[in-house]
């Protein structure tokens, strides 16, 4: 039993909590180092740098719903006439995920293999947007079929958030072993006190094996230590009697919640403060000429700050409620782009004065605090959108991935648009060269959003501490009114 009388255990907790850490350890190569990669390893354009990568969202954002969608019905591959989904109908999309993550990522990371110098280098191209492809489907497997186990695994609200909050825990550990991993193997380089260069090649591909490797150990935890047993709810006495009720109504029926679009909103926001910093933050220390140890150690205050924030949110919603919990880790991430924009300004009057002065931040202890600010309020928001799409979903487990489908669909979508339109623009202003392009990023890239995420929260339920008014509660799923109308009234 877990804590106060909770339906899971730790073991379960904890054992859930490993499911997503090779996704976790991957995403965070892929975001925060496969545009350096690219543009100064492989020397591809910016412009093409952002295509491959909005391939890949693209990508991931139309296979997240669809495995939703199979997920939901329990589709799952069948071998022998053995249906899979007895082992799980969450788990095997989980492992099939896995599969395609661990045969994938590594490959994308291995070089040219010869192929750069023949047909200027399109075969190349071709197979690293084909194992793109692959790796963001296996991403998008793993990642919807674990989000949706969290209603599933318990009904209670507050084992809920403690779920999210250990998953997210999780993902700023392995962020943090991805960026220690990265130091320790950028500072045996004989080019760690230069930028990134084409002579780093190896770094990376050393650097993508180990994670996967690491990967593989905690995926093999999660299906060892997990036992997929939905909780079953009671439904009132209407719901049950709706024999015709159907899982395409169900979604449909998701349409009709203002507050799905509300938390889709919310959790979009919440993402695009989050990508953007961690994209953009080691494109802008490359532009600012620090060191390859520097693309280590930046990241990394980054994710200790966002582990740190992760730990005082149950305090924070437990005290405050999760509104005022969005309003301080939003406020915190605005300040550090607030800083940012004084810090410009400073040292673009200062550089006029004498330009032997360096770029803006260049004080590393300055630029620890700033990062750890930014780094922080956008770890603690991803963690509350995740909470607040728990909320929503509450007892309508039968359709809980495809409403963590859509808007992982959103958050992809716009993330990789977000990211192509910006090196677009970066191939064409900035063709002799930027200083402050990245940092003008940062700011509107991270600040916007989480003006969003304040916009978007405010006009959530009433709450009081981490318990929703029962009012709002009845209105807040899309199986429970006050008049305990079922879902299917809202489509028919």
């Known amino acids: 039993m877990g804590i106060g009388g909770g339906s899971i255990g730790w073991g379960q907790k904890l054992s859930f909590g490993t499911g997503h850490v ?23 354009p910016s412009g093409l740098s952002g295509i491959i990568l909005l391939i890949g969202q693209v990508a991931d954002a139309i296979a997240t719903p669809l495995v939703g969608i199979l997920s939901d019905h329990g589709q799952c591959c069948c071998i022998g006439g053995q249906n899979l989904c007895n082992y799980g109908k969450r788990k095997i999309w989980h492992l099939i995920g896995s599969i395609c993550v661990i045969v994938s990522f590594p490959l994308m990371f291995v070089g040219c293999m010869g192929l750069c110098e023949s047909s200027n280098g399109i075969g190349y191209l071709v197979i690293l947007i084909a194992l793109v492809c692959v790796f963001q489907f296996g991403w998008a497997s793993a990642q919807i079929s674990h989000l949706a186990m969290i ?28 960026y220690a991993i990265a130091l320790l193997i950028f500072a045996q380089s004989s080019h760690s006190l230069s930028q990134v260069t084409a002579e780093n090649g190896v770094d990376f591909m050393v650097l993508a094996i180990s994670i996967t490797g690491i990967g593989i150990v905690f995926t093999i935890i ?90 005082l949110l149950k305090i924070t919603i437990k005290l405050y409620g999760k509104k005022a919990s969005y309003g301080m880790a939003s406020l915190m991430g605005l300040i550090s782009c607030i800083w940012l924009v004084i810090d410009i300004n400073l040292s673009e009057n200062a550089s006029a004065l004498d330009p032997s002065l360096g770029p803006p931040s260049s004080d590393n202890a300055q630029f620890y605090l700033l990062a750890s600010m930014m780094g922080g309020g956008a770890a603690m928001v991803v963690i509350l959108s995740l909470t607040s799409a728990a909320d929503l979903i509450d007892s309508n487990t039968e ?36 200083t402050y392009f990245y940092a003008q990023v940062l700011i509107y890239g991270v600040g916007i959003p989480f003006i969003f995420v304040i916009i978007s929260s405010l006009l959530g339920p009433k709450s009081q501490g981490n318990h929703v008014e029962a009012k709002d509660v009845k209105n807040y799923g899309t199986c429970r009114t006050e008049e305990t109308t079922s879902l299917i009234e809202y489509v028919h």
């Open 222 to 311: 999660f299906h060892v230590g997990v036992n997929e047993k939905p909780i079953k709810i009671e439904r009132p006495p209407a719901i049950l009697g709706t024999a015709a009720v159907t899982l395409k109504s169900q979604w449909l029926g998701w349409f009709y919640n203002w507050h799905f679009y509300r938390v889709g909103v919310l959790y979009t926001a919440a993402r695009l403060a989050h990508n953007t910093s961690i994209v953009f933050v080691p494109l802008y220390l490359q532009e600012t000429k620090q060191s390859a140890e520097m693309l280590a150690l930046i990241p990394l205050v980054m994710n200790v700050a966002g582990l740190i924030g992760s730990g």
């Open 399 to 434: 359709t809980s991935a495809f409403v963590y489908g859509c808007m992982s669909f959103c958050d992809k979508m716009s993330s990789g648009i977000m990211v192509a339109v910006i090196q677009g623009l970066h191939s064409w202003v900035c063709q002799d060269g930027c």
């Open 151 to 178: 209603p599933e695994l318990t009904h209670v609200e507050a084992e809920r958030d403690e779920l999210n909050i250990i998953r997210f825990s999780f993902d700023i550990i392995t962020d943090i072993l991805v």
């Open 22 to 44: 090779l996704n976790d350890l991957c995403a965070s190569v892929w975001f925060s180092y496969l545009l350096v990669y690219l543009q100064y390893v492989l020397l591809i």
